[in-house]
C-alpha cells in the first residue's frame, strides 16, 4: 500500500517536473559502453564523502547502499568486512584514495569496481522535508575508468496519508528520526543509482542496454 | 518523451524492490547502530540480526535468499568471538555461494591465521 502511494506521487512529481521534448534519448549502450565492456561483478562502497553539516548523513548513506546494489544484482563486499579490510589497509578515508589508482583493491579483494560517493548538502526544507545534494560515482579497478556516475538532488517529503492534517503532522513527528533520515537516504540511493546497469545476479544483466537513461544532474522530488 | 521513460523505468524499479529475492531483516538499522558506535553490544545486535535472515532463508518455507554478504560478515565475526570452525563454514558457504567473493574472504582468512 505504502509503495503504491510512492508511486502515484512520484507519477504526478516527475510527469509534471519538466515536459520539455528532447530530441535524443541516451541509451545504457551508449552511455555505459565501458560498464558493459568490463562486467564488474564485485563491488565495494567506499564511506561516502560528507562536505554537509550533516554528520550523520555519511553513516545513513553507506549503510542504505548495500541494498540498491544487490538487488541490482551485484556482489557487494559486506559492511563489516568492507570496514575491517579498509581499515587493514589503511584506506579507510574515501578522500585519500579518490582520483588515484584502485588496481591494490582488485589484486588484493578481488574488487571489480569501487563506489565513491559524495554527499554535497543536506538540509531541511519546509516542514518534514529534507534536500540532499549528492553524486555517485563507481569507478573501475583495473582501468580506473569511471563506469556510472550521477548527480543530482533529491528533495523528500515525509508524508501521513490520513485524511486530518493535525494527524499527518504528528504522525510524522512521531516517525523517529532515525526512520525518517535512513528513509531519505534510502530514497536518495535508489533515485541516484536507478540507471546502473544491472548486475551479473539480475535476469535483466546485459538485457537492459536499450533501456533510456536520465540526465547525468537530475533533480527530483518525493514524497513518502 | 525522455522523462516518461525514466519514470516507467523508475516505476519498475520501485516495484522490483518491494518484491526483492532477498530477506534483510533490520540491516539498515543494525549496521547503522553498529557503523555509528562500534561497541560489542551493538555488534551483538548486529550478529543477531544477520543470524536471523540466515534462520529466515533457512526455513523449509522460505522463498528467499541469502543475500550476498551475510554468511561472509556473520562468519567473520564469529571467528573474532572464538567460534573459528564455525565461522570458517560461513566464510566457504559465502564463496560456494557467490564465487565472485572467493579472493575478498580468501584476504579475510589470511589475516586471521
Same mark, same amino acid.
Request: aromatic share 12%; glycine share 6%; with cysteine.
Given at each position: 500500500m505504502?509503495?503504491?502511494?510512492?508511486?502515484?506521487?512520484?507519477?504526478?512529481?516527475?510527469?509534471?517536473?519538466?515536459?520539455?521534448?528532447? @530530441?535524443?534519448?541516451?541509451?545504457?549502450?551508449?552511455?555505459?559502453?565501458?560498464?558493459?565492456?568490463?562486467?564488474?561483478?564485485?563491488?565495494?562502497?567506499?564511506?561516502?564523502?560528507?562536505?554537509?553539516?550533516?554528520? $550523520?548523513?555519511?553513516?545513513?548513506?553507506?549503510?542504505?547502499?548495500?541494498?540498491p546494489?544487490?538487488?541490482?544484482?551485484?556482489?557487494?563486499?559486506?559492511?563489516y /568486512?568492507?570496514?575491517? /579490510?579498509?581499515? @587493514? $589497509? %589503511?584506506?579507510?578515508?574515501?578522500?585519500?584514495?579518490?582520483?588515484?589508482?584502485?588496481l591494490?583493491?582488485?589484486?588484493?579483494?578481488?574488487?571489480?569496481? *569501487?563506489?565513491?560517493?559524495?554527499?554535497?548538502?543536506?538540509?531541511?526544507?519546509?516542514?518534514?522535508?529534507?534536500?540532499?545534494?549528492?553524486?555517485?560515482?563507481?569507478?573501475?579497478?583495473?582501468?580506473?575508468? *569511471?563506469?556510472?556516475?550521477?548527480?543530482?538532488?533529491?528533495?523528500?517529503?515525509?508524508?501521513? @496519508?490520513?485524511?486530518?492534517?493535525?494527524?499527518?503532522?504528528?504522525?510524522?513527528?512521531?516517525?523517529?528520526?532515525?526512520?525518517?533520515?535512513?528513509? *531519505?537516504?534510502? %530514497?536518495? @540511493? *535508489?533515485?541516484?543509482?536507478?540507471?546502473?546497469?544491472?548486475?551479473?545476479? %539480475?535476469? #535483466?544483466? #546485459?538485457?537492459?542496454?536499450?533501456?533510456?537513461?536520465?540526465?547525468?544532474?537530475?533533480?527530483?522530488?518525493?514524497?513518502? | 518523451?525522455?522523462?516518461?521513460?525514466?519514470?516507467?523505468?523508475?516505476?519498475?524499479?520501485? !516495484?522490483?524492490?518491494? !518484491?526483492?529475492?532477498? +530477506?534483510?531483516?533490520?540491516?539498515?538499522?543494525?549496521?547503522?547502530?553498529?557503523?555509528?558506535?562500534?561497541?560489542?553490544?551493538?555488534?551483538?545486535?548486529?550478529?543477531?540480526?544477520?543470524?536471523?535472515?540466515?534462520?529466515h532463508?533457512?526455513?523449509?518455507?522460505? !522463498?528467499?535468499e541469502?543475500?550476498?554478504?551475510?554468511?561472509?560478515? +556473520?562468519? +567473520?565475526?564469529?571467528?573474532?568471538?572464538?567460534?573459528?570452525?564455525?565461522?570458517?563454514?560461513?566464510?566457504?558457504?559465502?564463496?560456494?555461494?557467490?564465487?565472485?567473493?572467493?579472493?575478498?574472504?580468501? +584476504?579475510?582468512?589470511e589475516?586471521?591465521?
Open positions: 505504502k509503495t503504491k502511494y510512492i508511486l502515484i506521487v512520484l507519477l504526478f512529481v516527475v510527469v509534471f517536473h519538466s515536459c520539455a521534448p528532447t @530530441n535524443q534519448m541516451a541509451l545504457k549502450r551508449s552511455s555505459y559502453e565501458d560498464y558493459y565492456e568490463e562486467k564488474p561483478a564485485c563491488v565495494m562502497i567506499m564511506p561516502p564523502m560528507n562536505k554537509s553539516t550533516k554528520v $550523520e548523513a555519511k553513516q545513513f548513506f553507506y549503510v542504505t547502499l548495500v541494498q546494489l544487490v538487488e541490482k544484482g551485484f556482489y557487494v563486499v559486506p559492511p /568486512m568492507g570496514i575491517e /579490510m579498509l581499515k @587493514n $589497509e %589503511s584506506a579507510y578515508d574515501a578522500e585519500d584514495l579518490y582520483g588515484r589508482s584502485l591494490a583493491a582488485s589484486t588484493t579483494w578481488g574488487v571489480d569496481a *569501487v563506489l565513491f560517493t559524495t554527499i554535497y548538502d543536506w538540509k531541511k526544507v519546509g516542514t518534514g522535508a529534507v534536500m540532499v545534494d549528492i553524486s555517485y560515482e563507481l569507478r573501475s579497478t583495473t582501468s580506473n575508468k *569511471v563506469l556510472y556516475k550521477r548527480r543530482g538532488d533529491v528533495t523528500v517529503y515525509m508524508t501521513s @496519508n490520513s485524511g486530518s492534517i493535525l494527524v499527518n503532522l504528528a504522525a510524522i513527528a512521531l516517525k523517529t528520526a532515525f526512520t525518517r533520515e535512513i528513509s *531519505v537516504a534510502k %530514497s536518495c @540511493n *535508489v533515485i541516484g543509482l536507478a540507471d546502473l546497469p544491472y548486475g551479473a545476479h %539480475s535476469k #535483466l544483466y #546485459l538485457n537492459d542496454k536499450d533501456t533510456p537513461i536520465g540526465e547525468d544532474k537530475f533533480s527530483i522530488v518525493v514524497s513518502q | 518523451m525522455r522523462k516518461v521513460f525514466h519514470l516507467i523505468f523508475l516505476v519498475i524499479l520501485l !516495484s522490483s524492490c518491494s !518484491s526483492s529475492k532477498y +530477506y534483510w531483516g533490520s540491516f539498515d538499522k543494525s549496521t547503522f547502530k553498529y557503523n555509528k558506535k562500534m561497541t560489542p553490544e551493538t555488534k551483538v545486535l548486529l550478529m543477531d540480526n544477520y543470524q536471523r535472515i540466515i534462520g532463508c533457512s526455513g523449509p518455507s522460505s !522463498s528467499k541469502i543475500p550476498p554478504g551475510i554468511y561472509a560478515d +556473520y562468519g +567473520y565475526m564469529l571467528i573474532q568471538i572464538g567460534k573459528v570452525s564455525e565461522g570458517k563454514a560461513f566464510l566457504e558457504k559465502e564463496i560456494v555461494l557467490y564465487p565472485e567473493s572467493e579472493k575478498a574472504v580468501n +584476504y579475510i582468512l589475516k586471521i591465521k
